[in-house]
Nanobody, 125 residues
């Protein structure tokens, strides 16, 4: 089992950047595939990015491709989401997720067994 804690959210102006972090507990972080999702109140949870266990493969949603980048640092038990050129449409609570059974980057939230509590990102126009 793994526990996930997101950080790095906040208020930023349109066009700005933020880096989200997701710290995982335990000594088996490298065995988990990781994902980032986001959800705005009243909307469904939306896939943002995913990365495989060894970091060799990543996937980004079309809406963030070229602006967001997912990366992981296994010695630090942390996965990151670097976000740039932010727009008000990126405003949401951002969640990281983990699962040990995923082999390829997966955009389906239902396949992830573990979730963090989320961090709010607000982009002002």
């Amino acid at each position: 089992q793994v526990q996930l804690v997101e950080s790095g959210g906040g208020l930023v102006q349109a066009g700005g950047s933020l880096r989200l972090s997701c710290a995982a507990s335990g000594r088996t972080f490298s065995t988990y595939a990781m994902g980032w999702f986001r959800q705005d109140p009243g909307k469904e949870r939306e896939f943002v990015a995913a990365i495989t266990r060894n970091g060799g493969h990543t996937q980004h949603a079309d809406s963030v491709k070229g602006r967001f980048t997912i990366a992981r640092d296994d010695p630090k038990n942390t996965v990151y989401l670097q976000m740039s050129t932010l727009s008000p449409e990126d405003t949401a609570v951002y969640y990281c997720a983990a699962d040990r059974t995923i082999l390829l980057p997966d955009s389906r939230d239902l396949v992830y067994a573990y979730w963090g509590q989320g961090t709010q990102v607000t982009v002002s126009s």
